[in-house]
């Protein structure tokens, strides 16, 4: 399964925010970095910053450069004068959303989209397709509207509110990979009830071709299927890498929100600071006799490190394991004398609590 990020896109569509292009660019030269094959830098249709940072990043990254586009000539016209190297056409699919956003009938916006596809192929550009709200249309709509787009690269199918689960996900695929492709379908997913990386695991099972993800599920509401979690999950499951540099992927994700000026709570998965501090004494003296003790992986693999801290917290079988580190004598008593200066000087790290195990 291939990768199309759009933390650049999806975030911006967060309240309050406004990525500069320069903002967009960094945060693309980083992805580009890790080896991701897709990224979608923007709306070129909007003007700039975002037609700007589309011809920047076609320039200056390996990755293909995606415009979205509505199907729209002038929508498709503004992607290929930026420079897209992909221009994802997007348009919906569900009653609910052709009645209410677009007020048009499923034969009409497929018609449209099928005149924005043939714009694009004449315009020289890849043309990929999402079907707004496709996990809330049946699934034979979903499959019959994805047969009539055979010469795009892709048709992303996207949750759009966020409502799939592992389970529906799974019966959805299955209904419409019985006459379509799957290697050729996307999907695009919403973390609304938290299941987003789950459902992009269960899409990469059932043979689906590309998975959008963002960087720290940044997106709109609750965001998108995490790039970290998904990597590491489907690294830990079956060995899946994505064709990513793997050990890029925490420093690489750290840049794309430096980049755009955004933070993420230090308990968040993979990326956040404290996943892989420990502090519990009973963790701490395993993690010093064997890590994968109390991790689930070892954080250098994907570019992370861990941190122990010593200090008050520190117990006997903590301090005991640092003494023989250290190579002093664990006796009962230089146990307790390391102990009661970590809790004066700490809290510390490893090296400053060995540094002090050796001159106790």
Do not use: W
């Amino acid at each position: 399964m291939q990768l199309q990020d759009v933390t650049v896109r999806e975030g911006g569509q967060m309240p309050g925010r406004s990525y500069g292009a320069q903002a967009r660019v960094d945060a693309a030269r980083a992805l580009d970095r890790l080896g991701i094959e897709y990224v979608q830098v923007g709306f070129a249709a909007a003007g700039d910053p975002d037609a700007a940072a589309i011809e920047r990043v076609a320039d200056e990254c390996d990755a293909a450069v995606v415009s979205i586009a509505r199907a729209l000539p002038r929508d498709v016209e503004a992607a290929l004068d930026a420079g897209a190297d992909v221009v994802e056409v997007f348009g919906p699919l569900s009653d609910l959303h052709l009645e209410h956003t677009v007020g048009k009938t499923r034969d009409e916006m497929l018609t449209a989209m099928r005149a924005a596809v043939d714009a694009v192929h004449d315009g020289g550009a890849t043309p990929t397709l999402t079907f707004v709200d496709a996990f809330r249309t049946p699934p034979d709509v979903v499959a019959g509207a994805t047969a009539r787009f055979d010469d795009a690269r892709f048709v992303s199918l996207a949750d759009t509110v966020g409502t799939a689960t592992p389970r529906s996900v799974r019966a959805f695929l299955d209904s419409v990979g019985e006459s379509v492709d799957l290697s050729r379908v996307g999907v695009h997913l919403h973390d609304d009830l938290g299941c987003a990386t789950a459902n992009a695991l269960v899409a990469a099972d059932r043979g689906v071709g590309r998975a959008d993800v963002s960087v720290a599920s940044l997106g709109e509401r609750a965001g998108n299927t995490a790039l970290e979690e998904l990597v590491v999950a489907a690294a830990l499951d079956d060995g899946e890498g994505f064709g990513l540099d793997s050990r890029q992927l925490v420093p690489v994700c750290r840049d794309v929100l430096d980049a755009l000026d955004e933070s993420v709570d230090p308990r968040k998965a993979v990326l956040g600071e404290a996943v892989h501090e420990h502090e519990s004494p009973i963790h701490v003296a395993a993690m010093l006799e064997e890590p994968s003790s109390m991790e689930p992986y070892e954080p250098a693999r994907f570019g992370g490190r861990r941190t122990l801290v010593f200090g008050a917290n520190t117990g006997r079988g903590g301090a005991r394991r640092l003494l023989e580190r250290a190579g002093r004598d664990p006796s009962d008593e230089r146990v307790e004398r390391l102990r009661s200066a970590l809790a004066d000087e700490g809290p510390m790290g490893l090296d400053s609590a060995l540094d002090l195990a050796r001159r106790v």
